[in-house]
């Protein structure tokens, strides 16, 4: 195991993850929080390679494709006044496996076919102990910082426990996506179900 500083080794960094596209929704002065919805990417938005009952990312633009629904789910809750916020581990990138010209080619298809204002990736493996990866918070806590987003009323939807953890870490209410895999399951998420449309339908059912 790699382990302190002596034999941690450069995460390829990406200049464009410190510049998101679209800024902060300029607030009224009644309502002065957004309200955001922050999706796991693989499981969620698009289809995991499932291998041994173990959920694995896409490593190219072959192996990329939306599950059902989702551009919908995606168009529903724009419509209700959420902001879509990606916030995807990828220690793949840490291991050299996927570089990140494929994985922003990946983002920005997502982020023009769904209406995500951004899609946040943690770069880094368990050894680095980075701040951003689930089921630390990180990645939730800065978008919520930079689009003024009030937590409380906010959602976490992921198919992984260390996503409903990131939630829970976040002050956000969470849903699991089930597709059983073989893995430890999340303690306490307020809502499961199959797929991002049927999490959409509760969220704006709490909504009403
Ligand atoms: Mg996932
Ligand atoms: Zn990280």
């Not at 009644?30 to 919805?37: E, Y």
């Not at 633009?61 to 419509?79: H, I, P």
């Not at 992921?158 to 209410?173: E, F, L, Q, T, Y």
């Amino acid at each position: 195991m790699q382990n302190g500083g002596k034999t941690a080794r450069a995460v390829p960094t990406d200049n464009r993850q410190l510049k998101p596209a679209i800024r902060a929704v300029t607030c009224s002065a009644i309502d002065l929080r957004n309200k955001a919805v922050f999706l796991d990417r693989d499981g969620v938005l698009n289809r995991s390679l499932v291998k041994g009952g173990k959920p694995y990312a896409p490593l190219n633009r072959q192996e990329f494709s939306l599950l059902d629904n989702v551009k919908q789910a995606c168009q529903l809750l724009t419509e209700n006044g959420f902001l879509l916020v990606g916030v995807t581990n990828q220690p793949e990138i840490a291991r050299g496996h996927i570089d990140w010209r494929t994985i922003n080619e990946m983002h920005d298809f997502l982020i023009a076919e769904l209406g995500l204002v951004e899609v946040r990736v943690c770069p880094h493996d368990d050894c680095d102990k980075c701040a951003c990866r689930k089921p630390r918070p990180g990645m939730i806590l800065d978008a919520a910082a930079l689009y003024e987003v009030d937590l409380s009323s906010s959602f976490m939807v992921g198919d992984r426990w260390k996503d409903i953890d990131a939630g829970v870490s976040a002050g956000c209410r969470t849903v699991f996506v089930d597709h059983g895999y073989d893995e430890p399951r999340p303690a306490c998420p307020d809502f499961t179900c199959a797929d991002l449309f049927q999490a959409t339908a509760w969220i704006l059912a709490l909504k009403s």
